[in-house]
């Protein structure tokens, strides 16, 4: 597994989007407003792009056109080239994300009938609508990280970048928060572990065997909530990327070899080894992780709420309880203290804690400033784990305008993404003179960021 970093959250927007355009065609005579390599653009293309911004909040007009345009133009470009790269979105991948947006909106509107009726469609006509849109939407976010995977910055970069923004252009930081938590795991027996071995032993015997096929099982069996719904497909990595017990047992595979079932720190897992080059290596892995019993569980409970009564009567500081007590490896060396992986620090605003942890920010919304919340249930949706907590408010930031001794991880991440749009731009400029682009007259615009038109037949 991947050290703990940050996972960014799905966006689902797309089913009720495509959903609306259907009316949208209903409405007009739909015609091929461009073309690139075999990728066609229609007009519902544009009301439907339309559509989302206004789903988002985002108010359009006709004069939105060519933008949004130039936009789809781009991910058709980013298509078309994934297909000369002969790079594979397999059914199972597609499969994969289509189940878990259904569930989503099953949970989010009432079940599976209320779905059904709610688009006139069974659930199996949706999923085969949306395939195919599903499908090359992954294929275009495939070949963009291609494209961008050699891009490195530095902290020279970052401080070029900080001193080159113009003052009205310096974001302003909003008021946040910095809160530490000890959580209470329940215990895991031997035969907990056992019964979790047990169970990828099996699932490696049908991978080797020929019964069933990694990716597959990946999908439908790991634990890994990051890289099932990708066939158990971590990309490629560089040595150091992954927890050592994980890169012990990969640099001993050969390509398209199944590792022994090994324990790591989250689990048991199973390797695929997909390609390695020197240090870096794309593999794909299935994780299971052991449960506990009711019993542990309230075990933990009682454990946690004896720590949370010494905290209160003073016997105990809160990061000495975090150290001795907490089951979070991340944090309790810290004194408990949460580091926000979109930043790399310890201070959060409302919309990043509510995507990493909803629950975390019910709780301090009602805390005064270094005060300790009584025992809680928690959820961990990125390590599949279940257990309690209790958390403290360290402080809130009064607001600011960034600066690098502050904000440094935010501007580092601004410099990265103008970075990338700048390998972005080179890399539209070099592709659109040798690709076959057509665009109807009446969708020609000055506006154009790049020179579509120069090399349209139209």
């Known amino acids: 597994m991947r050290k703990p970093l940050n996972y960014i959250k799905v966006v689902l927007t797309v089913f009720l989007v495509t959903m609306l355009s259907q009316n949208v065609k209903a409405q007009l005579i739909d015609k091929i407003v461009a073309q690139v390599g075999d990728e066609i653009i229609m007009l519902s293309d544009i009301e439907q792009r339309k559509l989302q911004m206004i789903q988002e909040g985002i108010e359009v007009s006709n004069a939105n056109d060519s933008q949004i345009l130039e936009k789809v133009l781009y991910q058709k470009l980013l298509i078309n080239q994934?297909?000369?790269?002969?790079?594979?979105?397999?059914?199972?991948?597609?499969?994969?994300?289509?189940?878990?947006?259904?569930?989503?909106?099953?949970?989010?509107?009432?079940?599976?009938?209320?779905?059904?009726?709610?688009?006139?469609?069974?659930?199996?006509?949706?999923?085969?609508?949306?395939?195919?849109t599903i499908k090359k939407r992954i294929l275009s976010e495939m070949m963009e990280d291609k494209i961008t995977e050699a891009m490195t910055i530095t902290p020279k970069n970052v401080k070029t970048f900080f001193k080159a923004l113009p003052k009205d252009s310096i974001p302003y930081i909003n008021s946040q928060i910095s809160v530490a938590h000890i959580v209470i795991y329940p215990e895991i027996t031997e035969d907990d572990k056992l019964k979790a071995k047990m169970e990828l032993e099996g699932y490696r015997e049908q991978i080797v065997s020929g019964e069933k096929s990694f990716n597959s099982l990946a999908i439908l069996k790991s634990n890994d909530p990051g890289s099932r719904i990708k066939e158990g497909d971590l990309g490629w990595q560089k040595r150091g990327t992954m927890v050592p017990p994980f890169e012990a047992a990969l640099f001993e595979l050969e390509p398209d070899e199944i590792s022994p079932v090994f324990e790591s720190q989250f689990g048991y897992h199973i390797i695929k080894m997909i390609e390695r080059k020197g240090d870096n290596y794309h593999v794909r892995h299935i994780l299971i992780t052991a449960k506990s019993n009711d019993k542990a569980f309230e075990n933990a409970a009682v454990k946690l709420d004896g720590i949370y009564q010494d905290l209160k009567a003073d016997k105990i500081k809160f990061d000495v309880a975090a150290k001795q007590f907490s089951s979070d490896e991340k944090s309790k060396n810290n004194g408990g203290k949460i580091v926000n992986p979109y930043t790399n620090d310890y201070f959060w605003d409302v919309q990043n804690i509510n995507e990493i942890d909803p629950q975390m920010y019910r709780i301090v919304d009602r805390l005064k400033d270094q005060e300790v919340s009584s025992p809680s249930l928690y959820d961990n949706m990125y390590e599949q784990k279940s257990g309690v907590r209790i958390v403290k408010l360290l402080g809130k930031t009064k607001p600011h305008l960034a600066n690098l001794t502050d904000d440094y991880q935010l501007i580092s991440k601004a410099c990265e993404e103008e970075k990338k749009q700048v390998v972005i731009k080179k890399w539209i400029e070099a592709k659109i003179t040798g690709a076959y682009i057509r665009i109807d007259k009446d969708y020609h615009n000055s506006n154009f960021m790049y020179n579509w038109e120069k090399v349209s037949n139209n």
């Open 82 to 132: 994934a297909q000369l790269d002969s790079l594979v979105v397999s059914d199972d991948m597609v499969n994969g994300e289509m189940e878990q947006r259904i569930r989503y909106f099953q949970d989010q509107i009432g079940g599976k009938e209320e779905l059904e009726k709610f688009y006139g469609k069974s659930v199996a006509q949706i999923k085969a609508e949306f395939f195919t």
